[in-house]
């Protein structure tokens, strides 16, 4: 009888532990083992913009600051902008300079911002007005770039790119989403940046190239043109947003046949009006060479 009881009590064990170990169907919690996967986070993407000019013998070493941060953060955290405006960005026909790489919207945010005024190599980061003021120098950048990662973002912006090449013309559509109710109004910015541009640069850092010029510099993120006007279009109505608002825009642009398409990117940023400041922004190929 012992014997008999023994066996029937290891078979019902052996059926507990046999049940235990079958597979669980969902729904339930998976433990994440990786605490850098940050699938379907949203995470705030800092605008840095570098006010420079092929004339400027500083300019390079700040091209130097801007993307080694970028190389630090990653492009999906930090976008640059090169905007070439300002006395610096002037052509010398005839000369070694004769490139122009200007922009009607560089122009006018120039015109605005009073950078080139202020002198060259300076920018600005997400165009925050700090104690010290909105322009920023080279020096500064990697600690306003810190700071300004830090920021919980408050719109989750995309941009879905199509490039027509028989015709030259790019689609693009942006969508966004408030992730937080806010006051004010709000605007979408969309412009188009090229890399990979090749010409004469003034330099005065050996460290950086030749002096007193580079004579293959490979200009980066140079603004081209901007694709819903200067100053982009309103967003919301009413002067505020509440959370979970969306908005959707496409827009279509026609090619400069000097520009190399697989070279360029739409950048979007989201902006409040009042005071310019870039709430998140966006970075995306025109297509993929």
């Keep these: ?61 700040a091209a130097v600051v801007a993307h ?14 090169s905007i070439h405006a300002g006395s610096f960005a002037i052509p010398k026909p005839g000369t070694i300079y004769s490139l122009d790489l200007r922009s009607d919207a560089g122009t006018e945010w120039d015109n605005y911002f009073e950078i080139s005024l202020a002198g060259n190599p300076n920018g600005m980061i997400d165009r925050v007005t700090y104690p010290e003021g909105r322009i920023i120098s080279e ?16 719109v989750d912006l995309n941009i879905t790119n199509h490039f027509d090449n028989q015709n030259n013309t790019l689609t693009t559509t942006v969508t966004g989403e408030f992730l937080s109710a806010l006051e004010g109004d709000y605007y979408l910015q969309v412009v188009v940046t090229e890399d990979s541009i090749i010409g004469y640069q003034k330099n005065s850092d050996p460290e950086v ?8 510099y490979v200009f980066m993120d140079v603004l081209r043109a ?14 505020s947003v509440a959370a979970n608002d969306t908005f959707e825009k496409s827009y279509n642009l026609t090619f400069n046949p000097d520009w190399v398409p697989g070279h360029c990117h739409v950048v979007a940023f989201v902006y409040k009006n009042d005071d310019k400041s870039v709430l998140q922004a966006a970075e995306t190929a025109v297509f993929e060479e």
């Excluded at 901007?226 to 309103?234: D, K, L, M, T």
Aim: aromatic share 8%; proline share 7%; charged share 25%.
């Design 1 to 61: 009888m012992k014997t008999a009881a023994k066996i029937i009590f290891l078979f019902i064990v052996s059926v507990i532990l046999f049940s235990a170990c079958e597979k669980i169907t969902p729904p339930y919690k998976e433990k994440n083992d990786n605490p850098q996967d940050t699938t379907n986070k949203v995470t705030k993407t800092v605008l840095l913009e570098d006010y420079t000019g092929h004339t400027c013998p500083n300019c390079p070493g």
């Design 68 to 81: 080694e941060l970028q190389q630090t953060y990653g492009k999906d955290r930090l976008i640059v902008i």
């Design 139 to 154: 020096a500064g950048w990697p600690a306003k770039v810190a700071e300004e990662l830090d920021e919980e973002p408050v």
């Design 209 to 216: 190239g030749s002096t007193p010029y580079i004579e293959n």
């Design 226 to 239: 901007a694709v819903n006007s200067s100053w982009g279009e309103a967003v919301n109505e009413n002067g």
